[in-house]
């Protein structure tokens, strides 16, 4: 069983910045970031494979957003420049056995830590 506990939300002017931490416990392969407000679906944002560090993003935050790890601390950040009010989401901290895009792959989830971005 993996736990995972996100961190690091907040309320920030657009332009601005955040940095996001899932601390996980259990091991993991593939750890990711998902996003979601209300009427919407789940929405992935990025994603780390855990041993190599390979990184994938989703267009919309790509060149905006940074994912990470400590792999020491078995941590995972999400950095997050240049933020926009559409950015305004509960952020999901995800571990998953076969990565990729899905929501569905991801077989454990944080509790979620909500970001807010003001226009």
């Known amino acids: 069983q993996v736990m995972l506990v996100e961190s690091g939300g907040g309320l920030v002017q657009a332009g601005g910045s955040l940095r996001l931490s899932c601390a996980a416990s259990?091991?993991?392969?593939?750890m990711g970031w998902f996003r979601q407000v209300p009427g919407k679906e789940r929405e992935f944002v990025a994603s780390?494979?855990?041993?190599?560090?390979?990184?994938n993003y989703a267009d919309s935050v790509k060149g905006r957003f940074t994912i990470s790890r400590d792999y020491a601390k078995n941590t995972m950040y999400l950095q997050m420049n240049s933020l926009k009010p559409e950015d305004t989401a509960v952020y999901y901290c995800?571990?998953?056995?076969?990565?990729?895009?899905?929501?569905?792959?991801?077989?454990?989830w944080g509790q979620g830590t909500q970001v807010t971005v003001s226009s």
């Open positions: 995800a571990a998953s056995v076969v990565g990729g895009t899905l929501p569905d792959a991801y077989n454990y």
């Open positions: 259990g091991r993991t392969v593939t």
């Open positions: 780390i494979r855990w041993s190599t560090a390979v990184t």
